[in-house]
């Protein structure tokens, strides 16, 4: 998607070896313009998919996830990493480390939000080891709901989570997908979408 990578390539910052910092419109600061060209894109991807469900994890995640399912016209669930006194219904939980965190956290959705009649679109902003992904697959597998693919906003394909996600046999769409850093530039892959 030509207008994020540009806008990756002007505000984006490398950090270190391995980290992108999109704060200034995707991860902090929203540019709702952008945001909303980016669920109109993954929305036309799947405009003949029949999702019923788009779900994320929170937190950066809500904002690209909650754009395509405006689009889609569908509701958007975004798995929660701590319990609150509200979730006092059946769960569905996952153990998801971050290799960036260096935390496993449990992730959870609500049971009565996802069952056997969805057709789910995984959205979410980055995708680095996969944890997260594998995490909500998990989640919604037990479910009994379909996954029809998962649709990233900015891909690091130099680390693991893209094939372990292809290894479940779920298509990856990442609208920018980035093979390295050199001397704090990005280096860009043919993106998907
Ligand atoms: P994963 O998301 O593929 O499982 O990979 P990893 O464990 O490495 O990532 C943990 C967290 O760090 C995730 O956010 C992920 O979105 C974020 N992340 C990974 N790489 C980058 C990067 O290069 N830049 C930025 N800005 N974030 C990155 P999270 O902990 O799930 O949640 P939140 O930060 O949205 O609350």
């Known amino acids: 998607m030509e207008e994020l990578i540009s806008r990756i390539k002007q505000d984006g910052r490398v950090l270190g070896e391995d980290i ?18 980016i669920g109109r894109t993954f929305a036309q ?12 994890i929170e937190a950066s995640g809500n904002v690209p996830a909650a754009y395509a399912a ?17 979730m006092n219904e059946e769960l569905l939980t996952a153990e998801v480390y971050s290799f960036t965190k260096k935390i496993t956290s449990t992730v959870q ?16 902003d980055f995708l680095a080891n996969g ?3 594998l995490g909500l697959i998990k989640i919604i597998k037990e479910a009994g709901a379909e996954i029809v693919g998962v649709g990233i906003v900015i891909e690091k ?5 893209r094939g372990l996600v292809e290894e479940t046999g779920i298509p990856v769409l990442s609208l920018a997908r980035i093979a390295g850093f050199e001397d704090g530039h990005v280096i860009f892959t043919e993106a998907d979408l």
């Open 109 to 124: 959705i609500s049971r009565k939000f996802l069952n056997e009649t969805d057709k789910v679109l995984i959205v979410d």
């Open 20 to 37: 992108l910092k999109v704060d200034s419109f995707l991860t902090h600061q929203v540019d709702p313009k952008l945001m909303r060209e």
């Open 45 to 56: 991807k799947f405009a003949e998919a029949g999702i019923t469900k788009v779900v994320t």
């Open 70 to 86: 405006e689009e889609l016209g569908v509701p958007m669930i975004f798995a929660k990493k701590a319990k609150n006194v509200t």
């Open 157 to 161: 394909s130099f680390q693991t989570g």
């Open 131 to 133: 944890q997260a992904a």
